[in-house]
C-alpha cells in the first residue's frame, strides 16, 4: 500500500492506491480514476451500462460532496465510500435512475462526512430490471473540509475558459493537458470560473496554428456547429469529459462549477438579438439560455435542488475556519450589454443584480473565515468590449466602460458593494474570461471612486482555448497591472503554451495567502504572498 509514501507524492508519480473489492480481485482506486469490475456470468459487453463521462466530486462544504455520474442508459446508480482503501466499513447508498429526462445523468448529495479525511468512493450502475447486470466499478478519492482546528494547509486552483475558439481535444498534443498538471499539484478542490464550453464555437477536424501548424481535434456531431437544440448543448459537456486528462481529474479533485456566456451564446444577455447570425436557425435567446442553463445543471457536480430558486448559481462554499469562497453569476441577471454611462442604479445598469449583491454582501459581513475569496466569471476592471451601437458608439460586455471617471452604467453596482465590504477584512477576487493571466491591485488612492478597501484581483485561464491579451485597464477604481502574461499573437493554439490555472495556499500558522499563476506545463508564472489582516 502507501505507508511508506505521501498521498500527494504517491500521486504525483502517476499511482494508484490497491485494495480489495467486495466483488474479488483488485480495486483501483484514487486520483487515476481506475475502475474494478464485475461481470455476470452470461451478460454479454452490450448488456452492461456504460460510464462515458467517469465520475465527478463537488460542492464540497460542511461535510457534504456530490457525487455526479453518467450513465448510456436507464440504470440505478450505487454509491459506496469509506475512510479507508479496503472499503471495510463502506456505507452504500442506492442513487437515483439514470434515465434520458437529465440525459443519464445522476448525483448523490453526501452528508454527515468526517472532517478532515480522505474519502474513497466507487460508483457503478446496475440494470434496474436484473441487478446482475452492472456497469464497471469507476472509482475516486477526495478530501473534505478541513476540521475546525484550522491546522490543514488550504490548496485550491482555479481556471476557465475551456475548449474554446475551435481549440479541442487534440489526443496527439496529449489532450486538455492542463488538467494534469493541475491533478500532480494535488489541490482540495478547482474552481471552474465559467466558459466551461463553448455553445456557439464549432469544433473541426482540424485548424491551423500559428506558424502553420496543423492541430487535429477531436469531433462528435454535437460540437461540429453552434450548440441550438438541448441535444447539442448536453453534447458539448459530454465531448469535454471525453478528455482522459479531465476524467483522472475529476476522479480526484473536487469541482465548484460557475458559468458565464458561451454556455449558451457569445456575450448574451435576455436582449441579445441574433436575427442576424445566420449560424442560428433557433433565433429566441430566451429559448436557448434555458437549453443552455438546463444542460450546464445537468453536468456540473453542483447542489442545487433544494435552493429556494431551482437553477440558482451563485452561493458559498465553505472550506474551514481558513476560507469561505462566494461565487457569484455574472450572467443571469444582467440588464442588456450598452454604451454602460447610466447616472444611476436601474434594471439597464443592473450586473449581478440587486439581490445577489445584498447576499454577496451579507456573507462577505458574517463570515468568520480568516479569508474571503470571490470566484467571478468576468473581470471588475477589464475593459471588455461588445461591438458598437448603430451611431458607432462602443458596447461593453463586463462591467467597465472605457470611462476612467467616476463610476457610471454598471459600476455604480461595484462601487456600493466595494463601499459595502469596505470594513470586510482578507477580500480577495479571483476570475478568468479574457484568456491571459494578470495580477491587479485595486487602490483607492490611484481611484477616481475612493471608498473601498484595497484588495486584489488574480486572472488566470484558458483551458485548451485561445490566447489574447493583455487587456486595457479602465481606471475608475484604480486598478494596476502588477503582473500579465500574454501571447504576441492573438488566438494563439495551446502549441503556444499560454494556458494558465492558478493556486491559492493558506498557511494554517501564520494564516498567510500565496497566490500563484502557473502555465499548463505546471510552471510558475508569477507569486504574491498575502498576509492576513488580523491574524
Known amino acids: 500500500m502507501t505507508s511508506s509514501i505521501s498521498r500527494r507524492s504517491f500521486l504525483a508519480q502517476g499511482g494508484a492506491l490497491v485494495g ?41 462544504t460542511d461535510n457534504r460532496a456530490i457525487i455526479w455520474s453518467r450513465s448510456d442508459r436507464n440504470a440505478q446508480m450505487i454509491v459506496e465510500y ?9 456505507s452504500r447508498i442506492v442513487g437515483p435512475t439514470a434515465s434520458d429526462a437529465t440525459d443519464f445523468t445522476t448525483r448523490v448529495d453526501m ?44 490548496r485550491f486552483h482555479w481556471s476557465g475558459d475551456q475548449c474554446g475558439q475551435g481549440w479541442g481535444i487534440n489526443t496527439e498534443f496529449g489532450g486538455m493537458k492542463i488538467y494534469e498538471a493541475m491533478r500532480l499539484r494535488d489541490p482540495d478542490f478547482f474552481v471552474h470560473n ?33 450548440a441550438e437544440t438541448l441535444k447539442e448543448y448536453r453534447g458539448r459537456h459530454a465531448y469535454n469529459m471525453m478528455d482522459a486528462n479531465f476524467r483522472k481529474f475529476a476522479a480526484q479533485v473536487p469541482q465548484v462549477w460557475q458559468w458565464d456566456d458561451h454556455e449558451v451564446t457569445n456575450n448574451y444577455s435576455a436582449s441579445k438579438d441574433l436575427s442576424a447570425d445566420a449560424r442560428y436557425t433557433e433565433k429566441s435567446i430566451a429559448t436557448l439560455t434555458a437549453r443552455g442553463r438546463r444542460a450546464f445543471l445537468e453536468y456540473a457536480p453542483m447542489r442545487y435542488y433544494k435552493q429556494s430558486e431551482p437553477q440558482r448559481i451563485y452561493r458559498t462554499i465553505s472550506h474551514g ?22 447616472t444611476a442604479e436601474d434594471a439597464s445598469s443592473a450586473f449581478m443584480g440587486r439581490e445577489q449583491v445584498e447576499w454577496l454582501i451579507a456573507g462577505l459581513k458574517a463570515s468568520t473565515a480568516t479569508w474571503k475569496v470571490i470566484s467571478a466569471d468576468m473581470p471588475i476592471g477589464l475593459n471588455v468590449g461588445d461591438g458598437k451601437n448603430a451611431q458607432g458608439d462602443a458596447l461593453w460586455e463586463a462591467l467597465a466602460n472605457g470611462n476612467d471617471g467616476l463610476p457610471l452604467g454598471r459600476e455604480l453596482e461595484m462601487a456600493r458593494l466595494l463601499s459595502s465590504i469596505k470594513a470586510v477584512r482578507n477580500v480577495v477576487w479571483i476570475t478568468t474570461d479574457v484568456h491571459y493571466c494578470a495580477a491587479h491591485y485595486y487602490d483607492p488612492a490611484q481611484a477616481k471612486f475612493t471608498n473601498f478597501s484595497p484588495f486584489w484581483e488574480f486572472v488566470a485561464g484558458p483551458m485548451n482555448a485561445g490566447t489574447f491579451g493583455p487587456g486595457v485597464l479602465d481606471k475608475t477604481f484604480g486598478p494596476t497591472a502588477v503582473f500579465s502574461k500574454s501571447p504576441l499573437i492573438q488566438n494563439s493554439s495551446p502549441f503556444a503554451g499560454y494556458q494558465f490555472f492558478g493556486e ?16 499548463l506545463d505546471g510552471v510558475s508564472q508569477f507569486a504574491q504572498t498575502l498576509p492576513a489582516a488580523g491574524a
Open 20 to 60: 480489495s473489492s467486495a466483488l474479488g480481485g483488485p480495486l483501483l482506486l484514487g486520483g487515476c480514476g481506475g475502475s474494478g469490475t464485475a461481470i455476470a456470468i452470461g451478460v454479454s459487453e452490450n448488456e452492461r451500462p456504460k460510464m462515458p463521462s467517469g465520475i465527478q466530486f463537488g460542492d464540497i
Open 82 to 90: 469509506d475512510t479507508n482503501d479496503r472499503f471495510s466499513n463502506a
Open 111 to 154: 452528508s454527515g462526512l468526517p472532517a478532515g479525511q480522505t474519502v474513497f468512493v466507487r460508483v457503478r450502475y446496475v440494470d434496474p430490471n436484473n441487478s446482475k447486470i452492472e456497469s464497471e466499478t469507476v472509482t475516486g478519492q477526495f478530501r473534505t473540509t478541513p476540521a475546525a482546528d484550522g491546522t490543514r494547509a488550504v
Open 194 to 226: 465559467g466558459d466551461t464550453i463553448y455553445a456557439d464555437g464549432p469544433i473541426l477536424a482540424q485548424v491551423t496554428a500559428e506558424n502553420g501548424k496543423v492541430w487535429r481535434n477531436l469531433v462528435t456531431e454535437e460540437v461540429s456547429k453552434v
Open 321 to 342: 475556519p481558513l476560507l469561505d469562497v462566494f461565487v457569484v453569476d455574472m450572467r443571469s441577471y444582467r440588464g442588456p450589454n450598452s454604451t454602460n454611462l447610466q
Open 504 to 519: 491559492v495556499n493558506i498557511d494554517p500558522q501564520t494564516k498567510a495567502m500565496k497566490v500563484e499563476l502557473f502555465n
